[in-house]
């Protein structure tokens, strides 16, 4: 069984009594409702008599960073506040004891299949931990990280890294190296007296050695509610596959996540009522640094909210002359094309803007759609229907959208197979929303 407690994270917002007894620090009452789920779980097994014969991984993915070193929540860098996690492993007959050797998930499959007696498949890189559960010393592994949502998703420099013993190494425009066992903070970055050629040789032949030959098939198509349910949390590419390669200082994470903070900042203002505050933040960012791209999207959204869905669109383009690869910057400007009525530049952008990304995503087809539909391409727009449709079975909206795209032509030709489908494709709708 695999139990996924997902509450510990951005937004906090525990439930009660725990927001009340918590109301001055929600990130730890989402920590003490969790510990409270998990406390229910284990006593219901230990009611039922199971505790004898089960093993037991507590985990997590990574830690928040709750303004350490700049960053608030996680998924921009890599520092110990969200990279050292927490590990216990419970299996009947193993005694308590703490083990402070590094180790990562990739060891959590091969111990779980050597607690179980069962052979670990060849394909797995890590190692069992049982024989340090039972008290024997190993050799300790370098680990690897990385840290490149920031890159895919706004261009900034890559962070990768590794970890050997209690000393760790982060490569990017502005490289760090910590002896964790002196500086576990990471306050004192050693770089400066290293050979930084070393640890890169290492770091390289590391990333060489773990890289998965089969990572190329691992692409998959995505329905909508997937996609936006992984966007929503960070976790989609928003650039084309043309990103840059060279990076210099101006382009680490370091230096480029305080404007992606303050652009954050200016949404919070903004949904607290201070609507002209907001606004100039954002502008003040967008001034100061080109290639933030949520200042250019939280700026248009506020816009788009009071209906100035013009200078919406003036914001979106100014932010794609400057990242011109950045897929969210193109789909929401096409979006506002479409809602602004400006169908023949909706369609322009839609034909000029080819993005991998548009395989993917039913949202744009479907914009696209309506943009031919409204200049009296009707073959078009279906054909940008169904491959919405194609993208996304159970996406109401376009089957709503061809609905009326039938029941027009049904009226201008008197054609009953189209009335028929027109009928069939509301009834979808429906059934779905």
């Not at 998924?75 to 004891?97: D, K, V």
Request: charged letters at 25%.
């Amino acid at each position: 069984l695999w139990a996924h407690l997902f509450d510990p994270h951005d937004p906090y917002t525990p439930p009660e009594p725990y927001k009340t007894q918590f109301a001055a620090n929600a990130y730890e009452g989402e920590v003490a409702y969790t510990d409270g789920v998990v406390g229910n779980f284990l006593g219901r097994l230990e009611q039922g008599d199971r505790l004898a014969d089960t093993i037991i991984v507590f985990t997590g993915d990574h830690g928040e960073s709750l303004g350490e070193h700049g960053e608030k929540t996680h998924g921009y860098l890599a520092y110990n506040a969200t990279l050292w996690i927490p590990l216990t492993i419970f299996a009947p007959g193993l005694e308590h004891r703490l083990i402070r050797t590094n180790v990562g998930h990739i060891d959590i499959y091969p111990t779980v299949c050597e607690l179980l007696g069962l052979s670990k498949p060849g394909f797995l890189q890590g190692r069992s931990l049982l024989p340090l559960m039972r008290g024997k010393k190993a050799t300790e592994e370098p680990l690897y990280f990385e840290s490149l949502s920031p890159y895919y998703n706004m261009g900034w420099a890559p962070i990768q890294g590794f970890l050997y013993k209690q000393e760790k190494f982060m490569d990017s425009p502005v490289p760090e190296i910590f002896d964790l066992e002196k500086d576990f903070e990471e306050r004192n970055n050693l770089a400066g007296s290293k050979n930084l050629a070393t640890y890169r040789e290492r770091l390289e032949t590391l990333i060489r050695q773990q890289s998965s030959e089969e990572s190329l098939k691992a692409e998959k198509k995505l329905d909508r509610e997937t996609q936006e349910r992984l966007r929503s949390l960070g976790y989609l590419a928003s650039l084309s596959g043309d990103r840059k390669q060279a990076f210099g200082p101006g382009d680490d994470v370091k230096a480029l996540l305080p404007y992606h903070n303050e652009s954050m900042e200016a949404l919070d203002m903004f949904r607290a009522g201070k609507v002209g505050e907001a606004v100039e933040r954002l502008r003040e960012v967008i001034t100061a640094k080109k290639n933030i791209s949520t200042a250019y999207l939280n700026l248009a959204m506020i816009f788009k909210r009071q209906e100035r869905l013009s200078e919406a669109i003036a914001v979106l383009e100014a932010g794609l002359e400057n990242l011109p690869e950045n897929y969210d910057l193109f789909s929401q400007h096409l979006c506002f094309l479409y809602e602004a009525g400006r169908f023949n530049e909706a369609i322009q952008s839609f034909q000029a803007g080819r993005f991998p990304q548009f395989e993917f995503d039913p949202v744009v087809w479907n914009y696209a759609g309506l943009a031919y539909w409204k200049k009296g391409n009707a073959q078009q727009a279906r054909k940008c229907y169904e491959k919405s449709l194609a993208i996304d079975p159970k996406f109401a909206v376009t089957y709503h959208n061809l609905g009326t795209l039938d029941a027009f032509e049904f009226r201008r030709t008197g054609d009953r197979a189209l009335y028929q489908n027109s009928v069939e494709n509301f009834e979808r709708a429906i059934g779905l929303d």
